[in-house]
Every structure is written in C-alpha cells, then in structure tokens.
C-alpha cells in the first residue's frame, strides 16, 4: 500500500481563544451566494449532526445529496438520548458562563481534547437553543412560559435544557422537519435505505462515495465537490451497548482506510446508568438517563453475598459508595468515575441482582421528600420504562442499574474547520474525534451534533469549496469510481459465497466480549496483547465461517449486518492497538497499571498529552501513529478531583 | 416458554406471500419480541435459510423502526409499547401469535414484516416544520410559552412515526399521524404563522397518498405506542375547516 504524506496541522486560528471563531468566521473565503448552487454535498447520516449540516447547507443554496441506512431521516441514534443539551445561557443566574461550561467539558475530559475547539463548541450552544426553540422544539418549561433547566451528569450549574426524558428525539425531530422541508424544496435529494460502502479519493482529494441501495442491492456511486461524514459512533463494536442495533462504525472505518485518519479510537465512554443484561439472548443495553442521578442514590450492601432483597437492607448495611467516596459531588460524579466505582463493588461481590452485576439506584429518599408526583413529573417516563423492560416498579423498590458503553469520543481525525486529513472529507458529530476529550460530559453529545451541523460546517465548508471549482468534479466515468464499485461489489460476493455455518451476530458476540473485557471498563498491557492476539484469528475464522444466506440482489438484512461485523473485526483491532499504546490513564481509558492510590485514572502529561491518529496501512499490517500535540493555555492540566 | 409463530414470508413485494408456522423453544420471559425473532434468525440462518426480515434498530421504543401486527393488533397486546418493548412475559406458553406486516395501500410490504413508511415523510414534507432558517431564531426565552402549551404540544411531538395507527385504522387513515405534528407546532407561538396552510398542505397530502379518511373509530389511539390522544385529530379538523374558510388556501396557491 503507498504510504501517503500525513501533515496534521490542527489549523488553530491565533488570538486570545474568545475571539478565534470570530476572527476566523470573517477570515474565512466566503462562495459567491450564485454559485452555490453549482456545488454539490454529500452528507452521509441524517441524525443531528448530518440532519443539521444536510438542511443547512441546502438553506445555503449548494446542491445536497443525503444518505442514511434508514427508511427515514427521522431515525438515526441520536433519537435516542434523554436527557438534555447544555448550553451556557445562565438562566439561572447561578455563575454559569461560556467561560465555566468550556471549562467544565475540557476538565470533564481530561485534558485530552482541543482546547479551542471546547471554547467554540461553548460560544456556539446559546445559539442551538435559540434554533431549536424556533424549530419548534417544545423544551420543558417554567410556569411562567420561560424555559427550564436541571443539573445535569457531574455539572454544579443548572445548564441543561430537556423535553420530557425525549430530548433527543425532539432536536432530531426538528432537524428533520427543516431536513423535510428542504427536501420538498428540492434543494437535498434524500437517499433512504443506502448504506455507505466506501470513500473514493483521488489524488488525495474526497470526490465521492459508492453505496448499496439497501432494497435493490444495486451498489453506485455518487460524486460531490465535498463529502460530508455524520454517521455516529462506534460503541456497537461491543456488541451489547446502548447504542442503536444498526449504528456501526463502516463509513468512517472506509474512510480511514482509504487515508483518513483515526483518532483515538480507544476513548470509549461507558454510561453508568444502564438497565443490567437479564441473560444469554440479550440483543442491546437500555439507557437510564442518568438525570436519575440528581434524585437516586446508588447503593450496594455493605457486605459481600448480602442477597437480602433491598427493602430488608438496614441503612446501615448499606454503602452508599459514591457518597462516601466523592462527599463533594456524590452521586453526581462524572460518568468514568460512577462507572468505575460500580464495576469495583461488584467485582468485590456486593453487586446485585442476576450475576451479580448491579447496584441499586434508590428514589426512596427522593419519593419521601418530594412525593410521587413529583418524582413521576421528573422521571415519569423512566420509570415506566425500566418497569417495562424489568417487570420491577420503581416507585416501591430501587432501581438496578449497571455501566454499558453508550458513546464513543474517538473518531476521525479533524482540524478546526473538521475536515479530515483527506481534503474535501469532513467528520461531524460523534463520527470525529474532537471536542469531547478522553471523556463527555453528560449532555454534551447533542450540544456537539447540533453545534457541528448547524452553525461550524455550513461556514467551514464554504470555506474549502470556495478553493476548488465545480467545474473540478470527477465524473462518475472515472476509473476510480469504477474500481470501488468493483470492490464493493467484490466484497459483497465474498461475504454471500463464504461457505459456513455460523451468523455474523454470533461472531459479533464473541468479538464484542472479547473487547468489553480486554478494552472496557478497565485495560491492561497484558489483556490488550490478548485481545490483539485473538482479533486477527477471529477475523480469519469469520471469513472462512459466516454464513450469509440469500442474494445481494435484494433486501437482505443478514448481508448488511455481516458487512459492518466485517468492518468491526478490522476496526476492534486498532481500537485495541491505540489502547495499548496509550499508556496512562486518562477519562474513559483506564490503565489499570496507571492509578491513583484513591483509584482515580493518572494521566502521563509528560508522554500522552497528544491527539493519536492512526494511519491505515493495511489489514493485519500494524498501524502507524501520528500524533497531534495537545497545549493547555487557559485550563491548566490537574488531576481531577470530585472529593 | 414455548410458542409457535405464524409469520408472514414474502420475499419481495412483486412475489407473494404466505404464514409459514415456526415453532420456537426455550423462550425466557425476558426476552423481547425482537429477541425471540432474533433467536429464530440464528437457527434460520444456521439451516440456510432466509431469515425473517423485520425493521428494528434502537430497541428502546423510540427510533419508530419497529412494528408489525401481532393476532391482529399492531405492536402486539401490550398498550403504549412498541414491539421491541413487549416482553414475551405477556403472554402464555404454548401460545400460538400470528405475526404479519402492517397492512394498508399507503404502506406497500417490502419484504415479509418490512413495509414502506415513505408515505409519512411525504406528509411532513409537505408542511411538517417551522421555516426558521439556521440562524435566524432571536434568543430562546423571547418567546415565552405557557407550560400548559407546551406539555401539550409535547404530548403531540412525542410521535415516532411507527405507522401503527395506519395499520390500526379500518381505513388506513393517517389522520393521527397527521394531527400530532399539525397540533405540536399548531399549539406554539412559533408555530402561528404557517398554521393554517401547514394544515392544509399536510391533509391534502395524505389524501392524496392513498391513506383513507377519519371515521372516528378511534383504533389508531388505542394501538399509539406513545399514547398520541384522538383529540388531537379534533385540532387538525378545526384547523384544517379555518383554514378553508379563510384565504389560506389561495395564499398556498400563490407559492
């Protein structure tokens, strides 16, 4: 494989960090507003980051082509979140400021993202509630017809905006209806049912995708004069996660194969607050918003094997843990160290419920000081669901609740403009890398889709379109589009003629295992070399033993799922390479050779305060990394501390 | 537990379709209805068969991806739940459930339990939204609205476009469907200024798609995974006749 040039210039405009998005916004080339419409996009994802960028940029005049695997832009995986989307409005007068919430989610992740891009990301989040509310967005409210706010995951402000425990839904339902809109107008061609299958570069420069028509099988291509990725996170490679049975990590995976850079990969958040496997069949993990956290207190028994159902646990045969722990922020510690703290208890045996591997989220305090009522206005819509999905009410005994993986920080590499190392390839939402550090705060994700979609491509990517002319665009005649399709297609055989006997999902399962315990919760030098050492056969074991049945003529859901295990199996190992290479602790990746006496994950400043991207150099061969050096100029890097 | 599945096999929508009966064992209460089709998929798949194809993907009774008819009902027994929610805890061992897609003209089978929803984004197209340019939206709290509005326009919003109330309706009517977003941004104050033509754009739509008409049986409410009132549908009338009475109408003729 050639080996390209990286140079990973962040592009960081100069001056003081609250005016670098200004400066840079009016520094910017802006396209002639008549020739926009000679501009074609191709965003790929309709979920908040793409929906936004997608109706935006179609507002904006350029010609937009949008592409998502569902039946309809209106179901991608952010429709999934619960609990709110930050923004520094101060509303409640309670100190917080564009200033506090940058410096909250650069401290929240550990000092591991891009100091001037978390600043912009602030300035940006009043912006995204003006627009929603616009939209239509019906955000909860006060009395007084003024909007509400909680406190949300680890926050000591009230910053959080919400619409019932559905907040995802309504800001993807209202980046839809503007997505609709634009569609109707004609100005976005929306290509439900297509699954992205490859990137085509030529000459180092994005010119377009190749994609699978879901319902005919038909695979084609698709030129742009820039490419757009929104296509979410990669949790999925865990099999049992939270997020959505679909999400997978195929289109970014192409792209860094075919020269994009991954960065990160093995910052993986794990959510603390999760409804626990129940057995063997379980096919994903349900989120509990953990705004349940502001009102539960998360409990164990105080000894070991104590089976006592929780309403005979005396108080003082109970460990409330986080409490004890962390007296300053209790129950409301970010989300790494409430994860962490839960696997502890129970790898000590003072877990409960099947397996033993799951602490009790208790609202008996909650319910006797606020009442029923109050409780069900807060939660209502959570407790239904955990009774619904556990048979268990909520109101009379305290939830059970365990960590899964629920959002992936890594991503593809990006500068501040988010464009990829590739010209013309530009990574939003959860698909890049980042803003959100070694670890996101609660709230946050949304905040980044929609900061991304709505208010920094539209601008960045005039930006680069202004450089290169229509006129440029590679017609779909070029041997390159060819040679993907034929590839595509190449694979696509490949996986319906593998004679074997065994079903993706199975080896879904067994890859998802072995990363949970080898590059979860908690890794090791010793578990990451078994895991490398396991990934390779397993991919090979795949190839020789899938069975993928049915045609690639047709709608063939079995076919789709093999294709993104494929692309997981190649992925997982990468994922583990930078774990390994990582060698301290920071966030969401936790060394277990790397600890605080308390515990806590100890980050190495001095060797591991950079961005790692990884450059594809082929399957099996080993990965090579660049690094982007990371500098602290207005929050200065401390251990973190929520005593 | 143990049941037997009457699922509706139809390899495309040019072939034709038929039950085929399955019986599956060693079912946990536990387990979703998803899961147990997730179980049977495997054992197909291990025989070299096709599996059984069904839209799904959050799992969490959001995405609206999910849905099929179960003896009869869409999304199964259980009320205000999706079938990714129903738990096989419902129902009896030894139960014989026939599983079928939603059927109406407007939503056109794709492939055994999988159906074309696109009918439904046709609608909101049509006048699902509020015109607010990115960027052009004045600070969020100077457009106060009262709680009571907006609780109710969340009740509307919390629509997930399953398509059960077609399913549902004799008349595969998508009248709820319709009503819930004309009432979610007809309660609000930004909402105002397209709310007549929006109620007209959205119902002429329908009509025109092959959905059938309201007669009030009120199915669609019963089935709703997401509990969207009947009443909502008296809002849409109401606006949809104001705006027949008034210039409206001409004013989408002028655009």
């Known amino acids: 494989m050639r080996r390209q040039v990286v140079e990973l210039d962040p592009k960081v405009p100069s001056g003081r960090i609250e005016q670098k998005w200004s400066k840079h916004r009016f520094e910017m080339k802006l396209v002639n507003p008549a020739n926009k419409r000679k501009y074609k996009v191709i965003v790929v994802g309709a979920g908040l980051a793409g929906g936004a960028a997608a109706a935006t940029l179609a507002q904006l005049g350029y010609q937009v082509s949008c592409f998502c695997f569902h039946d309809s832009p209106r179901r991608a995986h952010s429709i999934a979140a619960q609990g709110g989307i930050n923004a520094a409005k101060n509303y409640q007068g309670d100190g917080d400021s564009v200033y506090r919430l940058f410096h909250d989610t650069v401290k929240g992740g550990d000092f591991r993202s891009r100091e001037a891009n978390v600043y912009r990301l602030a300035e940006l989040s009043m912006a995204i509630i003006d627009q929603c509310v616009a939209l239509g967005v019906p955000f909860a409210r006060e009395y007084s017809g003024y909007l509400a706010n909680r406190s949300f995951g680890g926050a000591q402000v009230s910053r959080t905006f919400y619409a019932r425990g559905q907040t995802g839904q ?84 192409r792209a860094c194969r075919r020269g994009a850079l991954m960065a990160n990969p093995c910052f993986t958040q794990i959510h603390p607050t999760c409804i626990p496997a129940s057995g ?21 028994p105080r000894q070991a094997g104590d089976r006592r159902p929780p309403g005979e646990t005396h108080e003082s045969d109970r460990d409330y843990f986080l409490e004890r722990k962390y007296p300053s922020f209790g129950n409301l510690v970010p989300r790494d160290v409430a994860s962490r703290n839960a696997k502890e208890v129970c790898d000590e045996g003072r877990g409960v419920g099947p397996g033993g591997r799951g602490v009790y989220l208790d609202f008996a305090a909650a319910i006797s000081r606020l009442g029923d009522d109050v409780v069900r206005q807060r939660y209502g819509n959570l407790f239904e669901m955990y009774e619904r999905i556990t048979g268990e009410n909520p109101y009379r005994q305290p939830m059970r609740v365990y960590p899964a993986i629920h959002y992936t920080m890594g991503g593809l590499w990006v500068d501040y403009n988010l464009m990829s190392n590739v010209e013309g390839l530009f990574v939003i939402g959860e698909a890049n890398f980042a803003d959100q550090g070694a670890n ?93 050492a396991r990934i390779p056969d397993l991919r090979e074991e795949f190839w020789q033993s899938v069975k993928v049945p049915g045609t690639g003529a047709q709608f063939n ?59 594809f150099t082929g399957v099996g061969q080993p990965p090579v990394l660049h690094k982007e050096p990371l500098a602290f100029e207005y929050v200065k890097p401390t251990q973190r501390s929520y005593k | ?82 079938v990714c929610q129903l738990f096989m805890r419902h129902f009896g061992d030894g139960a014989t459930l026939v599983v ?11 492939q055994d339990l999988v159906v074309d929803r696109g009918a439904l984004d046709r609608i909101i197209e049509s006048g699902g939204f509020i015109s607010a340019r990115t960027g052009s939206a004045p600070e969020a709290n100077s457009i106060l609205v009262s709680k009571e509005a907006s609780d109710r326009a969340m009740d509307a919003a919390a629509c997930i476009g399953c398509g059960g109330c077609v399913a549902a309706c004799p008349n595969a009517s998508a009248m709820l469907f319709t009503a819930a977003k ?18 007209l754009r959205m119902v002429d739509t329908m009509h025109h798609l092959d959905f059938g008409s309201c007669t009030n049986h009120g199915e669609c409410e019963a089935v709703c995974p997401k509990g969207i009132s009947i009443d909502f549908i008296a809002r849409l009338n109401r606006d949809y006749i104001t705006a027949n009475l008034t210039s409206a109408r001409e004013a989408i003729k002028d655009v």
């Open chain 1, 280 to 300: 063997e069949h379980q096919s994903k993990l349900t989120l509990m918003s953990e705004s349940l956290r502001n009102d539960g207190r998360i409990w164990v």
């Open chain 2, 182 to 199: 004309i009432s979610h941004l007809g309660l609000l104050p930004q909402g105002q200024p397209e709310r007549r033509q929006r109620a």
């Open chain 2, 1 to 82: 537990m143990k049941l037997i599945l009457k699922i509706w096999r139809q390899a495309s929508a040019a072939e034709t379709g038929a039950l085929v009966a399955y019986p599956v064992e060693h079912v946990s209460p536990d387990m979703s209805f998803l899961e147990v089709l997730d179980v049977l998929n495997e054992r197909l798949i291990a025989q070299g068969e096709r599996p059984v194809a069904f839209d799904h993907d959050c799992r969490e009774g959001i995405c609206g991806s999910c849905g099929f008819m179960i003896d009869g009902a869409a999304h199964g027994p259980s009320r205000l739940t999706t």
């Open chain 1, 440 to 532: 996101r705060l609660g709230a946050s994700a949304l905040m980044q889709g929609l900061a991304d979609g709505y208010f920094i491509l539209p601008y960045t990517i005039g930006d680069y379109l202004a450089r290169v002319s229509p006129a440029d665009r590679i017609s779909l005649d070029h041997h390159a589009f060819r040679q993907t399709e034929r590839e595509a297609a190449d694979r696509v055989m490949k996986l319906l003629s593998a004679a074997g006997r065994r079903s993706a999902d199975s080896f879904h399962r067994e890859l998802g295992e072995l990363v949970w315990n080898q590059c979860g919760m908690a890794r090791s030098a010793p578990g990451l070399k078994q895991a490398l």
């Open chain 1, 170 to 253: 309504q800001l993807l339902l209202g980046c839809y209806s503007a997505l609709a809109r634009q569609i109707a107008l004609r100005q976005v061609t929306m290509h439900p049912r297509h699954e992205m299958l490859d990137l085509v570069v030529v000459d180092g420069r994005a010119r377009g995708i190749t994609t699978r028509n879901l319902l005919t099988g038909v695979i084609s291509s698709h030129a742009a004069d820039a490419i757009v990725l929104g296509t979410g996170g990669y949790g999925n490679v865990y099999y049992l996660s939270t997020n959505a049975k679909a999400s997978n990590v195929t289109a970014i995976w």
């Open chain 1, 557 to 615: 859901q079995a076919l789709e799922h093999a294709g993104r295990i494929a692309d997981f199996l190649e992925f997982s190992e990468l994922m583990c390479h930078d774990a390994l290479d990582r060698d301290e602790s920071c966030g969401a990746h936790f060394r277990q050779e790397h600890q605080t006496p308390d515990g806590e994950a100890l980050r190495d400043d001095e060797h591991y305060c950079h961005v790692s991207a990884w450059e």
């Open chain 2, 100 to 110: 079928e897609p939603f059927r109406a003209r407007a939503l056109p089978v794709v």
